[in-house]
């Protein structure tokens, strides 16, 4: 595994030297002794190159950068994608043959409780908060390779059991596998990640769903931004509501020309303003929150995000010489208010239950239509 330590060596020196201010994060002391402690672990002749980005993940795992870890985007994935809903992890997206397991509280993974995995793959994910943490447990329910990393699993398949009873023997994802999720049942249209925005009036309320950070090409934000105008125009609304939930990203610029025509109409008119978060907020959605709550004086109703608003970003890559794994890391760091909170917190905190999801209620939007 000669190679692979090369490789090791080559991040030590490399990441440092490109990441914003790496030693901001973790002292070099730290660094020095987890970079060794990886090459300990690849220097045995039972490691299986296989394994490599998962056990690289341990030196990002302790940098808590949430935007600098080992590229592994690609890795293949279990047909279930869940989430923390109220204490518990249910899955939210299920393949079409498991459908009655939409969001049906899961117990145990390969035979380890949900705690005993979440302390398996504890020193693996990258979080500096609660809200983080969550999100990754989450997102580990559904990597395979993880999964089978943790739990030593030799099995072609991974287990889950159910809080229902129900055992799922549950092999990769492909891309012809079929699958169902809660994201089109009718009162949670939140939670889609397409359209990137949309625009809706609900009584007395202009509501702004902007789910993305990036602009539709099929849909340009100038079209969009001169339909909002029109709306409170027409309508001349006493509440705006911007729904930032599961923002992740992208280039928080983008909405400077809605927050200018939203502004203008707040200044005049002095609507009530709501903005909605939750813990996959995230980057530039955290950005935008602000915007909206310092410049619009929104109050924010929802969960706290998963990062707080001055934050490490704006991420570049390199490969690995021998692996060819590549690296994500932080250029830039953004500081826009004093203390380091590593989430944002909203002014009326409201998390929906799994009740909500099947029944199709927005217990956060409904607070502001009220």
């Avoid at 973790?26 to 987890?34: L, N, Q, V, W």
């Avoid at 891309?175 to 809706?200: A, D, N, V």
């Avoid at 709501?274 to 996959?280: A, D, V």
Wanted: hydrophobic share 35%; proline share 4%; net charge positive.
């Amino acid at each position: 595994n000669k190679k692979l330590i090369d490789d090791i060596n080559y991040l030590f020196k490399t990441l440092p030297r490109k990441h914003k201010d790496l030693y901001a994060l973790i002292s070099k002391d730290e660094f020095i002794m987890m970079t060794d402690r990886v090459v300990a672990l690849v220097d045995n002749k039972d490691f299986k190159q296989k394994d490599f980005p998962i056990v690289l993940q341990m030196i990002f795992a302790q940098i808590r950068d949430a935007h600098s870890m080992v590229d592994r985007y690609q890795d293949p994935k279990t047909p279930f994608y869940f989430e923390h809903i109220n204490g518990t992890y249910a899955p939210v997206v299920v393949s079409k043959e498991t459908k009655k397991l939409l969001l049906t509280k899961l117990k145990s993974i390969n035979g380890y409780s949900i705690e005993e995995f979440s302390r398996l793959i504890d020193k693996y994910i990258i979080y500096d908060n609660p809200e983080a943490q969550k999100l990754q447990i989450s997102r580990s329910l559904s990597d395979w390779k993880l999964i089978n990393y943790v739990t030593s699993n030799k099995n072609k398949y991974i287990t889950y059991v159910f809080a229902d009873g129900t055992k799922v023997k549950s092999k990769k994802r492909l891309k012809s596998t079929m699958q169902t999720s809660i994201y089109w049942t009718e009162g949670l249209e939140f939670l889609r990640e397409r359209p990137s925005y949309f625009l809706l009036s609900k009584g007395n309320a202009l509501y702004i769903k902007y789910s993305r950070c990036r602009e539709d090409q099929d849909y340009p934000l100038k079209q969009f931004t001169r339909e909002i105008r029109a709306a409170i125009k027409k309508n001349t609304p006493s509440k705006i509501v911007v729904d930032f939930r599961n923002n992740h990203g992208g280039n928080s610029s983008l909405f400077d020309q809605i927050a200018d025509v939203l502004k203008s109409y707040i200044d005049k008119n002095k609507p009530k303003v709501y903005c909605l978060i939750n813990r996959k907020v995230f980057s530039s959605g955290t950005l935008n929150t602000y915007d909206v709550k310092y410049k619009l004086g929104a109050t924010v109703v929802g969960q706290p995000a998963s990062q707080g608003i001055n934050h490490f970003g704006y991420t570049h890559f390199f490969e690995l010489p021998n692996s060819k794994v590549e690296i994500r890391y932080s250029s830039e760091y953004w500081k826009f208010i004093d203390g380091n909170d590593p989430v944002i917190k909203p002014d009326v905190y409201i998390e929906p239950t799994i009740a909500d999801y099947k029944n199709g209620n927005d217990p956060v939007l409904q607070y502001c239509l009220d």
